[in-house]
């Protein structure tokens, strides 16, 4: 189906497309009326503790739950011998890269509870189920667990290592995927006839994800119906329905998955965990509703961690400063296990989003993926895409410099010009829309570039460093999937949007009634969103990716669109006139040439009243209707950052922060520069102070607030948001997604800004995060 939306219809209305509407939960929240997980509570509901590893690495001989099923309360202990016993099935990798030899990579299967080995410090290994939250943390802690302690490696370095210590034994050397991306003889061929090349080491550090709500869970069980009830935290609950139904053995009719509100994700709460098979196992086998919350300090090694990479990074140029090729040669931290989507963020999405905006002939990345005894990693804001455009825009700041060339002529020099698209790149992707170098302009007007040079004197007068730096990236949002799009005009008079993507602090609702309502031409404040219930969807492919607008808004589109074929039958049959005669527009169906007409709200009043149709006629309005895949679009922008170093102390301030972003048509621009200014402040977060640290034994050193710095409000300084959109053609509403961006923007442009501030006193590089402690050794090395 081809549907576009015309910019002149996008303009008109007051709650249309285009408009900053607020988001319609807010007043929900705002009075405390959210329902999140932990707010979830069924009749006779029990209470669930899980008993972790204390130890990164080790054999386990024996669990003894005796002293715990004495204690008061104390209903049952299940350990992975019992989830085994069920016949679950293992927690999956969804991803299947080749290694550079051909071979696939290796998945050693995940049990829900640790069996064999304890693989990482929280790696759970039994559940304890009480009566009451407390008495099931008490027992948890009686449980008495017999290890035998091994070695531990963290770093995937010195994973590889000859004699390292063995996760698995079916995993040789710690080596889960020797990845291979481009063609190495041409790349190389590149590099030896470059009249420059410039080399950078960098990390991209490990990261805690930390949304603001902990995962929790109700699990239920019918035994009438042989159906499971899981309430959970998501990002989509079709697909994760569907994961959850394979790894306990059932259909996916035999699962329902019921999601509320989610205080945040970031991609972590997309997955199946671990604890939710233990959950459901215990539901099943005490009939009994089954409740658990995590606590903050567990959460820190129960939830996924993100990020996670060192790499070198090459860029080879001719000696105008032309791009001639790019290779990257890294390390990938898997962690203990290989979560759904371990592998990507460190191989492919490296490959696709390094490219950036430039036109770069030939493109290489190698990467080595081990598992170390440590928190797995899973996907976290980006997932590859801001790493990608980092390690492309260190390289082009410390080329231009080893080469004498202004660092925003370099970029220019290398931009896809606009005439030039659509532009094939060598990863395969295929940019439709954007103009980069007026994007770039306008980046430097705005932020006062110019400007700079009296600032940095302004802050040499008081004994401080300034840094100017830039960002400029592009991102490949996520793979296509299918999207429900399903409308329904309900008995009191609200409509219902029904789709698969879902809100964790996006701000779905408004959105995609504001797409509604300039498509259909329903009142803004009639419709409703059904988002987290698995029963209500005939498909879904979940938030992720930065594509939910591209996928449900088109899918409403489409969906809407069919809803005026149907109307067309119902109103000529209402208004004594032939279906070709009859139009539709902003929200009325009318007879052409006449002023007669029935608004769609009328109208589907009507039927519910019991219009009377002749045979064969649509007896109702509503839409269940499935979007078919749209190809990723090319979020791109320029951010420019300012920072002021105390080299005293060595604290960073980001004192000012603009960008420019080509995010196609904004359906709400409110609420996209809210989602940029949460990415921006995300990137400034592991640019500056996230770093997650492990002892040698595999301890985590960062396991609370007190070691593990956030940035807050006082870290970040007032965003300026500017729009330079081009839209899209990838989609009916031209959008190309906004979630992520910010963090591909951000860390670039602070740490090229860090450099920018260092360089006079002959600092050429500075690793995330860029800690006091690390720029005052730096400064006084």
Not at 27 to 45: A, F, H, K, M, S
Not at 259 to 267: N, Q
Not at 603 to 619: C, E, I, V, Y
């Amino acid at each position: 189906m081809n549907v576009r939306t015309s910019p002149d219809d996008l303009a008109v209305l007051q709650f249309g497309v285009g408009q900053p509407v607020p988001r319609n939960e807010d007043p929900i929240l705002v009075r405390g009326e959210g329902r999140y997980t932990d707010d979830v509570n069924v009749e006779g509901q029990l209470y669930a503790s899980f008993v972790r590893s204390p130890y990164a690495h080790g054999i386990i001989k024996g669990i003894d739950p005796s002293a715990a099923l004495d204690m008061k309360g104390v209903v049952a202990v299940y350990t992975g011998a019992d989830l085994v016993a069920a016949g679950y099935g293992t927690l999956k990798c969804m991803m299947n890269f080749p290694n550079r030899d051909g071979s696939p990579m290796r998945k050693p299967p995940r049990p829900a509870f640790a069996i064999d080995k304890v693989r990482f410090v929280g790696d759970p290994v039994a559940v304890v189920v009480a009566k009451s939250a407390v008495q099931a943390r008490d027992a948890a802690e009686a449980v008495v667990l017999d290890i035998e302690v091994l070695p531990a490696v963290t770093t995937v370095e010195a994973a590889l290592q000859p004699g390292a210590p063995q996760l698995y034994d079916d995993v040789p050397g710690n080596l889960v995927l020797d990845f291979h991306f481009g063609d190495a003889e041409k790349v190389a061929a590149a590099f030896a006839a470059a009249a420059h090349v410039t080399t950078l080491e960098l990390v991209n550090n490990r990261v805690v994800i930390n949304p603001l709500e902990p995962r929790g869970a109700v699990a239920e069980w019918d035994r009438k119906t042989k159906r499971f009830t899981l309430h959970a935290p998501s990002q989509g609950v079709f697909g994760k329905r569907n994961n959850i139904a394979d790894v306990m053995g059932v259909k996916p009719d035999q699962v329902r998955l019921l999601t509320g509100h989610v205080g945040g994700s970031f991609g972590m709460k997309g997955a199946v965990f671990p604890e939710y098979v233990g959950l459901l196992h215990a539901a099943r086998v005490l009939n009994k509703p089954v409740k658990w919350t995590d606590a903050r300090s567990e959460s820190f090694v129960s939830d996924h961690h993100g990020r996670d990479m060192t790499v070198k990074a090459e860029l080879a140029l001719d000696k105008k400063g032309r791009f001639l090729a790019t290779r990257f040669t890294g390390h990938g931290n898997l962690g203990g296990y290989i979560t759904h989507v371990g592998p990507m963020m460190t191989t492919l999405n490296i490959a696709k989003n390094s490219i950036g905006m430039y036109r770069t002939p030939l493109v290489e990345v190698n990467t080595r993926c081990a598992v170390t005894n440590t928190v797995p990693i899973g996907a976290y804001r980006g997932a590859g895409r801001p790493e990608g455009n980092y390690y492309m825009e260190r390289l082009i700041d410390t080329a231009a410099a080893e080469m004498g060339i202004d660092r925003v002529a370099l970029r220019r020099r290398n931009m896809i010009e606009p005439g030039q698209l659509p532009y094939a790149t060598p990863a395969g992707t295929s940019y439709d829309t954007g103009n980069f170098p007026a994007l770039l302009d306008r980046a430097l007007e705005v932020s006062d570039w110019a400007g700079f040079k009296a600032r940095r004197k302004e802050s040499a007068k008081r004994g401080k460093l300034r840094g100017l730096g830039m960002g400029c990236y592009l991102e490949v949002t996520a793979p296509p999937t299918n999207e429900m799009g399903g409308i329904h005009f309900e008995e009191d008079g609200s409509v219902t949007i029904v789709t698969g993507t879902l809100d964790y602090g996006q701000g779905h609702w408004s959105a995609f009634a504001q797409v509604l309502h300039t498509h259909l031409g329903v009142p803004f404040d009639k419709v409703k969103l059904v988002q987290g219930d698995s029963d209500r969807l005939i498909a879904g492919g979940g938030t992720g990716g930065s594509k939910s607008i591209m996928a449900s808004g088109a899918a409403i589109v489409e969906a809407s669109q069919l809803v005026i074929e149907k109307g067309k039958a119902i109103a000529a049959h209402v208004l004594e006139a032939s279906v070709a005669d009859i139009e539709f527009a902003r929200g009325r169906f009318s007879i052409a040439g006449t002023d007669r007409s029935i608004d769609i709200m009328e109208l589907s009043a009507k039927l519910r009243q019991g219009l009377a149709l002749p045979p064969g006629m649509p007896t109702s309005l509503d839409i269940d209707h499935v979007f078919k895949q749209a190809p990723s679009a090319y979020p791109n922008g320029c951010h420019v950052a300012e920072v002021e170093i105390d080299p005293d102390t060595g604290v960073i301030a980001v004192e000012r922060y603009t960008t420019v972003n080509d995010f196609g048509t904004l359906v709400n621009p409110m609420l996209v520069e809210g989602q940029l200014h949460g990415g921006v402040v995300q990137g400034i977060g592991q640019a500056i102070m996230e770093g997650t640290v492990f002892d040698e034994e595999g301890q985590l050193v960062t396991g609370s607030f007190m070691d593990y710095a956030m940035p807050r409000a006082a870290d970040v300084p007032f965003f300026a948001f500017h729009d330079s959109g081009v839209p899209a053609t990838t989609n009916p509403l031209g959008a190309k997604g906004c979630g992520e961006a910010g963090c591909a923007g951000a860390l670039p442009s602070v740490m090229n800004a860090i450099v920018d501030a260092l360089a006079p006193r002959g600092i050429r590089t500075v690793d995330m995060p860029a800690t006091p402690l690390k720029v005052w050794t730096l400064l006084n090395g």
